[in-house]
């Protein structure tokens, strides 16, 4: 059983930047691709950003891209995620995932774990 752990959300003001982190640990080895997803009140939880763990291959919603870069530590078994000019409508509960070969990437439906969240507020 993975256990992943998010931190580093919190309140910020509009333009500011944030680094979220998501610690992983148990199972027997780290997953195919761990992703960034969020969810902000009354709306769906979409895809943010990932990334392939064996090469170091990102991706990025078009919301984020230009603005956030994502990365991973495999001896620590980290996911980082570093935003900046953050806006008001990035306000969610953000969340890391992780999942096996199959299945989009960009499809929730497709990881099997998933950690706890951490809120992010964009607000002045």
């Known amino acids: 059983q993975v256990h992943l752990a998010e931190s580093g959300g919190g309140l910020v003001q509009p333009g500011a930047s944030l680094r979220l982190s998501c610690a992983a640990s148990?199972?027997?080895?780290?997953?195919?691709?761990m992703g960034w997803f969020r969810q902000a009140p009354g709306k769906e939880r979409e895809f943010v950003s990932g990334?392939?763990?064996?090469?170091?291959?990102?991706d990025y919603a078009d919301f984020m891209k230009g603005r956030s870069t994502v990365s991973r530590d495999i001896a620590a078994r980290t996911m980082t995620f570093q935003m900046s000019s953050l806006k008001p409508e990035d306000t969610a509960v953000y969340y890391c995932?992780?999942?096996?070969?199959?299945?989009?990437?960009?499809?929730?439906?497709?990881?099997?774990?998933w950690g706890r969240g951490t809120q992010v507020t964009v607000s002045s």
């Open positions: 995932a992780q999942k096996g070969f199959d299945g989009s990437v960009f499809d929730q439906e497709a990881y099997n774990y």
């Open positions: 148990g199972g027997a080895r780290s997953g195919y691709y």
């Open positions: 990334i392939r763990w064996r090469d170091g291959t990102t």
